[in-house]
């Protein structure tokens, strides 16, 4: 029997940073949302007790490094199963990007093994599970939209955002999580982005409100850091988009985009110097 799981990138319509917790994480309000550009996930069982991770792409670890890896290996211990799994990765989502590819890879791969194995693992714990693999996968495990708060674990769901396009661009260039969190001082944040106002802007299905809302408070890291970075949130802006913002901690921007006749223009502006585009649709 074969398992076959999608793994949606997402974006994040709004990023705040409140404080440094006491356990080295910081506290976080985001509103974040999934796109259709997904990795998808094939899961089938071995006799034998091993793991293995196989991919077309050649530039993603197949190792322990992998979260797909490290889902099946902690489902594997924390459950008692003794069969193994061989898990083909179709990559799609950039790494390193913002976009949660590897958290989504992850997810996809506890909720897959969960039906191969039939474990019946409710999704709240596997949300839990997901919890101790990364902040990110607990979101991706059901996916929507969502306010995330805590270091991202504590999930409210909320309705989707009105459907438009999203336009996503991804310099050559790999960003550290880690080392932009690392580089944030909570106490010297100027300004907040309003969790509330983006809520309300979802709730009310107001296109231009979510735009208009729109905050992420890592820009100010990361744009300081790659200002490959900034040209390309520019770049999106005075191509015509009506929403542009860094999604999680880049380097991908995203851009919202409610008229069709606007996005091959911005697409291909966008072309002409990153090669990492893509024209996709909210996951609703």
């Known amino acids: 029997m074969k398992i076959y799981e999608k793994a949606p990138a997402k974006i994040n319509l709004m990023l705040d940073v409140l404080r440094k917790r006491d356990d080295g994480y910081h506290e976080v309000e985001m509103i974040m949302t999934m796109v259709d550009l997904s990795d998808r996930l094939t899961m089938s069982e071995l006799p034998r007790d091993t793991i ?5 792409a050649g530039y993603i670890p197949l190792d322990e490094k992998n979260l797909a890896f490290q889902a099946a290996r902690l489902i594997k ?7 193994g799994v061989h898990i083909h990765l179709d990559k799609h989502i950039p790494v390193a990007a913002g976009l949660a590819g590897g958290s989504s ?10 039906k191969l194995w039939k474990l019946g693992i409710s999704d709240a714990e596997l949300r839990v599970l997901g919890a101790e693999l990364g902040s990110d996968v607990p979101f991706c495990i059901t996916g ?25 661009a991804k310099p050559p260039i790999n960003v550290s999580t880690a080392e932009v969190y690392g580089r944030v001082k909570a106490d010297q944040i100027t300004h907040h982005p309003s969790a509330r106002q983006m809520e309300q802007a979802i709730r009310n299905a107001s296109f231009a409100d979510v735009c208009n809302a729109l905050g992420n408070v890592l820009e100010d890291v990361t744009l300081k ?11 999106m802006i005075r191509l015509g988009a009506d929403g542009v913002l860094m999604s999680g901690s880049g380097p991908t921007v995203f851009g919202l985009v409610s008229k069709e006749a606007k996005v091959p223009r911005i697409y291909n502006g966008l072309r002409g110097f990153c090669k990492d585009v893509y024209a996709v649709r909210l996951l609703t």
């Open 105 to 114: 890879d992850a997810a996809a791969a506890l909720r897959g093994l969960n």
């Open 52 to 56: 293995i991770i196989s991919s077309q």
């Open 77 to 83: 211990e924390r459950y008692n199963v003794s069969t």
């Open 144 to 168: 929507g939209t969502a306010l995330a708060s805590g270091r991202g674990e504590l999930l409210q769901p909320l309705p989707n955002p009105p459907q438009c396009w999203v336009i996503l």
């Open 225 to 235: 850091l790659y200002p490959e970075v900034e040209h390309l949130k520019n770049s």
